[in-house]
């Protein structure tokens, strides 16, 4: 059974970064379509990084230039990398399945960006 850890959360003024981790333990190959959401207030909650089929980064608009993923097969992980965070950045963000069949959602880790 696949199970989704995530951590790396906290507070940080805008303009800083945080790095996000996402431990995955079960059978998923080479982390094969693992990638990042959030959950934003009032906002349904969005896939923002992930890998397209050939293993190319691919991120929403709000995030591009700013975030970047990174898959690290050895220690089972997939990074997010979050620089010059913003505001609207905030709130709880969790790794998933980036297809329609997702598996169970871990707790998430919460982002704060103060003004």
């Known amino acids: 059974q696949v199970q989704l850890v995530e951590s790396g959360g906290g507070l940080v003024q805008a303009g800083g970064s945080l790095r996000l981790s996402c431990e995955v333990t079960g059978s998923i190959p080479s982390l094969e379509g693992i990638g990042w959401w959030r959950q934003i207030p009032q906002r349904s909650r969005e896939l923002v990084a992930r890998f397209s089929i050939l293993g190319d980064p691919i991120f929403v608009d709000d995030v591009r230039g700013r975030f970047a993923i990174f898959k690290d097969n050895t220690k089972n992980s997939v990074d997010l990398q979050m620089d010059n965070l913003k505001p609207e950045d905030t709130g709880v963000y969790f790794c998933?399945?980036?297809?329609?069949?997702?598996?169970?959602w871990g707790r998430g880790t919460q982002v704060t960006v103060s003004s």
């Open positions: 998933n399945s980036d297809s329609g069949v997702l598996y169970s």
